[in-house]
């Protein structure tokens, strides 16, 4: 079945930089939008940063200048550069993708979250 796979989370100084990945896998036709989430105890879950398939980007005003989405469209996989971390990105982060499967079927698929910390 189609699934998405992140990686890269973990516990990073302030001012730090890490960078997420997210790779798509299956039987997938297609892929529209690719997006990274974020989320933390206690609130609802947070969109980050946007990119669809032809490349155009948007970032959620508290991360601009600071995180970079991209995607690699031959791998399926979508990336987050967060530079200049603040203690307040700490959460845990999901990437979503609209996916069209081999069976012509189109549903939203959710990565399992990668936990980021920043903290000194």
């Known amino acids: 079945q189609v699934q998405l796979v992140e990686s890269g989370g973990g516990l990073v100084q302030p001012g730090g930089s890490l960078r997420l990945s997210c790779a798509a896998s299956?039987?997938?036709?297609?892929?529209?939008?690719m997006d990274w989430y974020r989320q933390t105890p206690g609130k609802e879950r947070e969109l980050v940063a946007v990119?669809?398939?032809?490349?155009?980007?948007n970032y959620a005003d508290s991360v601009k200048g600071r995180f970079t989405i991209s995607r690699d469209n031959a791998k399926n996989t979508v990336y987050l550069q967060m530079n200049s971390l603040k203690p307040d990105d700490t959460a845990v982060y999901y990437c979503n993708a609209q996916i069209t499967a081999l069976s012509g079927f189109l549903r939203a698929y959710w990565g399992q979250g990668t936990q980021v910390t920043v903290s000194s």
């Open positions: 990119i669809t398939n032809g490349g155009r980007t």
């Open positions: 299956g039987p997938i036709f297609s892929i529209n939008d």
